[in-house]
């Protein structure tokens, strides 16, 4: 079972709506990914966190996406204005560590259709 | 640059056959290599890692071997399951890749009863 918590499970979107999500991480660590996985079954990176500070994000996030990781809050990502190639699953992750080496714990995601 | 290559998207075995998904792997660097598994509406959960070449991972009847000289990690099981049925991903990560990780395109395994 995920101790990744993430809301809402599901959520529905008009084209040029703004889309939240959220995440909390598991307790302890300080390191927080957002992969975007789309039906097929493929995973793109977003953007990651140590703390409250972004390690690295792609340049899509930078255009419409932006993502946070206030201290003592969950983490959010919003699309500023969804279009429909955005409908996919949002997946957030958390690790002990930033390395690549580390077990990342994910949860289970939260859908998105953009319709 | 990294990439991890699964060919075959669905595999489909009764209870009690042998498991085996195809993973091969491209890096310039020393990978750490992983299997996720991702069961119906969750997220992938780890299945096992390796860090250093010619090792093998060992987990829940699931085995591994990172093999270097034919850079595969391909993943078996003896004796499958009807709850086994799931997503398994393989995963890369090395130094050389931002400390990200690296999905291959995901096998689909269903077991028949």
């Known amino acids: 079972n995920s101790k990744v918590i993430q809301t809402p499970r599901y959520l529905v979107k008009g084209q040029g709506q703004k889309a939240k999500m959220r995440c909390i991480p598991e307790k302890g660590h300080p390191v927080v990914f957002w992969y975007q996985q789309n039906k097929n079954n493929e995973f793109k990176f977003l953007i990651n966190f140590q703390n409250q500070e972004v390690l690295q994000q792609i340049d899509m996030t930078e255009k419409r996406f932006s993502a946070e990781c206030p201290s003592n809050s969950p983490c959010s990502l919003e699309i500023q204005s969804s279009e429909a190639g955005d409908s996919a699953l949002y997946l957030c992750?958390?690790?002990?560590?930033?390395?690549?080496?580390?077990?990342?714990?994910f949860g289970p995601g939260t859908r998105l259709t953009v319709l | 640059g990294d990439s991890v290559t699964q060919m075959q998207g669905q595999v489909t075995l009764s209870e009690d056959d042998f498991l085996f998904i195809n993973c091969t792997y491209s890096?310039?660097?020393?990978?750490?290599l992983f299997w996720y598994v991702q069961y119906p509406g969750e997220g992938p959960q780890l299945l096992l890692k390796?860090?250093?070449?010619?090792n093998k991972g060992i987990s829940r009847g699931f085995e591994a071997t990172y093999d270097k000289g034919t850079t595969s990690f391909h993943l078996q099981k003896a004796s499958v399951q009807e709850s086994d049925s799931a997503v398994y991903y393989c995963v890369l990560g090395d130094r050389d890749s931002n400390n990200r990780i690296f999905f291959g395109d995901g096998t689909q395994l269903v077991v028949k009863p």
């Open positions: 390796v860090t250093t070449a010619n």
């Open positions: 992750a958390s690790s002990l560590s930033r390395t690549y080496y580390a077990e990342q714990f």
């Open positions: 890096t310039t660097w020393y990978p750490t």
